[in-house]
Structure formats: C-alpha cells, structure tokens
C-alpha cells in the first residue's frame, strides 16, 4: 500500500520523522518496503497482510498512527448539499443475490461537467500508481485511497429502464469491460446489470458501455459490499486483478458504503459541479450484527507475561475503533469494529494491544509448564538421521511441495497419478511433489546456476501421489550431492561427487537403525542414467532408490553439472528401532588381512561376493572390501577381474595361520559355488 505522508497528516499529525514513522509501524505489523520521495511528496509503502484490508487505504493507517503515538485523529463526516428531488425515482436498485451482495448504496447527481482533475488531485493518484482520467473517475480512485472503499460511477442516461439489478451471471454471458476486452462469464460469477444486459463485474472492474465520458451528464454513483470468495474467485477465472477486487476479496467493512459514497459526492460537487439529489438509495439486505468479546485482565497477564494498566488498554483499543465497557473490574466486553472482521477472539485483541504497547516492552518469561514436554513421532530417529548426514558434510534442505504439474510428471512412478490441489494459488503449483527428488533437483539448479556450484544437501520430508483413486502420502528422506566434495589445494587433489560418494551417505544414514544386512541392487528406474542406478533393499524390503540423475532430466531443469540423487522411505526406516549405544574395546590382538584376486562374470556384484563371504558366518570376519577391478587385455570379453580384501580378527587371542587358512578355503569353496568365482593366480 503506497501512502502519502503529506496526505496521511490531513488526518493525523505524527510528529515523527518519515524515517521513525515507517520503523515504528514496521514493529507494529506494517513491514515498510520502501521510502521515496514524489511530487506529491515523500511516499512510504507499506505491506499489508492479507487480513487486514482496513490498512489499504490513508485513513486506515492514519488510524493505526492516531493509536500508536496517542495522537488525535480527524473524522472524516462528509455533508454534501442535497437538492430536493429524491434519487429514488430517478433510478431504481435490485438484490437478487443477496447471499453475494450484502448491501447496496446508491447516489444519483445530476448537470455534472465531466473535465480533467485539477493539479493537486491528479499527482496524489500518480504518485500512488493510479493514472488520471476525468474528474469523475479520479475522484472514486481517490476515495478509494482515501476511505478503502471501492466505489463506481455509471453514465445514468446509458442505464436501460434507470435500474440496477445485482445477479448471478447467466451461462455464456457477455461484457466488454473498461480495458476493451470482452469476457465470457460464468454463473458463479455476480454482475451488476441494468434492466436488459450486464454492466459492470461485481467488485472488479465496470463495463465499457458505462464508461463516463465528456457527454456524461447524469451520474449513479455505486458504492457496496461484495462477498470476499466470489469476488476472488471471478477475478482468478477472469484473469482480472484491480484495486477494487484486491479490497473486496478480503472483505470490507459493511457499514462503509454510504459514507464512500457520500465523500464522493462531496468531491463531485466541488469539481464538477451539478446537484445532488436528496436521500440514498440503499438496500441492505444482510445487516452486520456487532460481535461482543470478553476480554480478562488475566488473560492478558497469561498471554503477554505482564498485565496492562486498564487505562491504557481502554485508550488503544478505543483508538483503534473498539468499544470497551468493563464487565467487572478485571475484564471488558468490547465490541468490534465493522471494519474489524479479522478480530473474533480474545487472543485477537490481545494481539492488538501488543502491537500498540511495544512487542518489545515485554519482559522475556517463560510460561508456566502445565504438562511434560513429549517427543515429536519419529523425532529421536530424525535427529540420529541429522547427525549422521551432517556428520558427512550436508546441509538440511527444506522446499515446498506444491510444484509444477509438468516437473511432476517426469518423477511419477508406474501406476500412480498425480495429487492435484482444488484451489491451487497458480497454475505452476498446482500439485503436490510425488518425490523429494524433484524439489532437491529444483534445488541444485537454482543455486548451481547463482555460482553454488557444492552442495550436499538433504530433505527431510513428504510426497504424494494418487494410486487406483486413493491419495496417499509418504514421509521420505532425499539427499543431493553435485560439484567436489574436497576443493584441490597444495596438499591434496580435487575430489569430485560421484555415485559412490552418494553411496557412502546412504549407507551413514542406515547405519543407526537396527536393520536386516542391506545392499545394492541394479534398477531401471528412468529419472537416473543407465549403469549408475541403484535400489537399497534390507533383506526383503526396499528402502530406496540412488543414481546420478539421467542428462534428459538435467537438461530440462537446466542442471549443467553432474547431480547425484537418493530417497529413502522413512515409515521403512520408524519401522526399525534405533541401535543402542554399545561400547566395544579397542581389541589388543592383531588383524590379520587376505586378498583374494577373483574371475567373475561381468554380471557378478561386489555386493554379491560381499553377501557370499558373509553368510559363511565367520566369528573372526572383521570387514570385507573391493580393493581393485580390472577389465579388457587378457580378460575373456565376459569376464572381470575383482580383488576382494577380508580382514580376520579376534578379540581372544591372536589367530593361528591354520585357523586363517581355513577360513580363506572356506570362502574360496563358497564363491566358486555360489558365483562362478576363479581365484587368479
């Protein structure tokens, strides 16, 4: 919201410097954007939340300012002069959708002289980003900055019948609205119309066939309150966001409309002269009943940790529109402002004064523990997943996961559709991620491509998918790795992530979980490129997935460096309970090491002979690790050779050569058993 301060002080006189003012408003929820200087003046604009469209306009904020510094504020009481013909004959209003219109103000001015604005008025809209038109039109932009309020002028003599009717559109309907298009309309959208065709889009944008112009004459002047949902939902299918819409869709104040109006007025008469007929026009269907709140001293006490002086909550709160009486001596009913419709509890108004007192003011206490602090679900198998990966150089990635619905695609598994949003904010996310490795693809591009070009990084977190017509959704853990994991310097060589650096992670973030034996199996899963994929599976189960992400995918995400990507289920790894510490001494006796060079066929693992060796059961097997491979020259097409190194050790006592020999035979026997193994000379 762009606000003029020489403006603002037309209502209330700060005192403060423009600098002061905007950080002061700042720490009362007004977060300032910018400070600039215009030819009307220095202009603060400031970011209003959604919940509050009372802020989008100067007198709001003059009232906020008026409440923070104990300033008085100017009432705004226009007394425009009425004539005696009475604007009720000279034109007629309807409500045949008065769950969508919930009042309906009318003013009917006559022998107006449509002409340009004068100097004053036309660089206040300017510098807030408005252009100038006539004076008509002007003077409802500015009561629209002024007030809040939107209003609209109709060319009176162009009304078939002299009437307003406000309706649901018919199906396939159309008007051609002030910005020359012509829009098709649906029947959840309202229209204002006259007696034979639509004029105007309810709370949006009026219709070119109204539009004043220099042989307008005779004016109905609208000024209303359209319901927040339908108004949005007609602006989002129309493609069409205005002024008037960016305030009716976040619900204004019902008791508005005839006060904007007769501003408007006011100002019509002073720029264009005419007459004003005598009386409003006003149907108001749906009347605001004054919610009442009970507002306790104790409450405050609780919530804030320090209890306010009844006089200054009576003073802010009566500052700021609401209307306190004391219940008893330690509480309040206090009655909310019409254009207060985000404040229903308690807690809202507590959160007012403490805007108003100072956040800052507070003294830092900690509520009293009225019950034991409970873990989160999973959240001890959560923080042993961070220390392990953060233990391996990576940082924690948190992405949302609304996502584009063609991105989406490329990550769905056979079988499954994607989770679409009903009432998505855009089309570009307007599903749910069905993996953690889309968004942590996202992720490496955009920070590869801002000069990021390391990264290690992990998710925690959730996706989505549709399978036979039943949502589902599934906690998984996603790593990333792309760039060197180790920078060259005088003293090493540069390292750069690879699969099995990505392996390596993989298998850090299992090791805490009590699971059966897990390995590596080959996958042809599309989104990772031929031979450098993987399944992770523990026993029966499948964990996961892990391979370097295919070049069709990193060409499409704009990925110009290899990237490396896992996901593991999480209910996989809940389901699996959290190994204990255990202590294990230092052994005092020596390990004993074997290399074994082995003829394999080219299908044959590494994990494979790692399984074989195992199995074997071996109580001195320490560790089994591929040393070396080697393929081509003398080595038979279908053949690789593989150097496998065991490590024997006991705890007991030293191992005897026979004892080492025997288990070297036993292992030999096995894999030429089990694989098809030859030991090499």
Not at 212 to 230: G, M, Q, Y
Not at 486 to 492: I, L
Not at 618 to 636: K, N, W
Request: with cysteine; aromatic share 6%; proline share 6%.
């Amino acid at each position: 919201m762009k606000i003029l301060l020489q403006w603002l002080k037309e209502y209330v006189d700060s005192g403060v410097a423009p600098e002061k003012l905007a950080a002061d408003l700042t720490l009362a929820g007004m977060a300032m954007e910018g400070l600039s200087e215009t030819e009307a003046g220095p202009l603060l604009e400031l970011e209003i939340t959604t919940n509050r469209p009372d802020l989008m306009s100067h007198y709001g904020v003059a009232r906020e300012v008026s409440a923070l510094y104990a300033k008085p504020l100017k009432p705004i009481e226009p007394q425009p002069v009425e004539v005696a013909d009475l604007a009720a004959g000279a034109a007629k209003v309807e409500i045949e959708a008065p769950d969508l219109c919930h009042r309906y103000a009318a003013l009917v001015l006559c022998n107006l002289k449509v002409q340009p604005s004068p100097e004053w008025l036309r660089k206040r809209l300017e510098a807030c980003g408005i252009a100038s038109i006539n004076n008509i039109v002007d003077v409802t932009n500015y009561v629209l900055l002024e007030l809040g309020h939107p209003t609209h002028a109709f060319d009176l003599d162009t009304l078939a019948e002299k009437r307003i009717v406000v309706r649901a559109a018919k199906a396939g309907e159309k008007i051609t609205t002030l910005d020359g298009v012509a829009r098709t309309l649906k029947p959840h959208h309202l229209v204002i119309a006259d007696a034979k065709r639509p004029v105007a889009l309810a709370g949006i944008l009026g219709g070119a066939a109204m539009e004043i112009s220099l042989r307008t004459k005779n004016v109905l002047l609208e000024s209303a309150w359209f319901e927040p949902v339908t108004t949005r939902r007609a602006a989002k299918d129309l493609g069409l966001r205005t002024e008037a819409s960016a305030r009716f869709e976040r619900g204004l104040d019902v008791e508005a409309p005839v006060r904007a109006a007769r501003r408007c007025a006011e100002l019509f008469l002073e720029l264009a002269g005419g007459e004003l007929l005598s009386g409003v026009i006003d149907v108001y269907p749906r009347r605001w009943d004054v919610p009442e709140i009970t507002l306790r001293q104790g409450e405050i006490l609780r919530t804030l940790g320090e209890a306010l002086p009844a006089a200054l909550v009576e003073r802010l709160l009566a500052a700021l529109g609401f209307v306190a009486a004391r219940a008893d001596q330690d509480s309040w009913r206090v009655a909310t402002p019409s254009w207060r419709r985000d404040v229903s509890r308690e807690i809202d108004l507590i959160e007012e004064l403490a805007r108003h007192y100072g956040y800052d003011k507070f003294p830092a206490r900690l509520p009293p523990a009225r019950q034991p602090v409970v873990l989160r679900p999973h959240a001890q198998a959560e923080a042993a997943l961070r220390r392990a990966l953060e233990a391996q150089g990576f940082d924690e990635a948190v992405c949302f996961t609304p996502v584009h619905p063609k991105d989406a695609e490329k990550f769905l598994a056979p079988g499954e559709e994607l989770a679409r949003l009903r009432n998505p904010i855009s089309e570009e996310t307007s599903v749910l991620r069905p993996s953690g490795l889309l968004s942590l693809v996202e992720t490496l591009a955009w920070n590869v491509n801002r000069g990021q070009r390391h990264l290690r990084l992990y998710e925690i977190g959730k996706a989505y998918a549709v399978r036979e017509g039943r949502f589902q959704e599934r906690r998984v853990l996603t790593l990333a790795l792309t760039g060197l994991l180790r920078e060259k310097s005088v003293h090493e060589d540069e390292q750069p992530a690879d699969f099995f650096a990505l392996k390596g992670a993989v298998e850090a973030a299992l090791q805490p979980f009590a699971l059966p034996p897990f390995g590596f199996r080959p996958c042809d899963l599309a989104c990772f490129q031929s031979g450098e994929r993987a399944t992770v599976e523990a026993g029966s189960q499948r964990l996961g997935v892990l391979g370097r992400l295919s070049s069709t995918l990193a060409t499409d995400f704009k990925l110009r460096q290899a990237a490396f990507l896992a996901e593991l289920d999480l209910e996989g790894l809940y389901a699996a309970r959290l190994l204990a510490p255990e202590y294990r001494p230092v052994p005092r006796f020596p390990g004993v090491t074997r290399d074994f060079s082995l003829l394999l066929d080219l299908p044959v693992s590494f994990g494979s002979v790692r399984r074989t060796i195992e199995s074997l059961g071996l109580p001195e097997l320490v560790a089994v690790a591929a040393v070396d491979r080697f393929r081509g020259g003398a080595l038979p097409a279908d053949k690789y050779s593989l150097l496998v190194r065991v490590t024997f050790q006991s705890h007991e006592r030293t191992l005897t050569d026979e004892e080492i020999r025997s288990a070297s035979g036993r292992i030999v026997r096995a894999l030429e058993k089990e694989l098809g193994a030859k030991l090499r000379a």
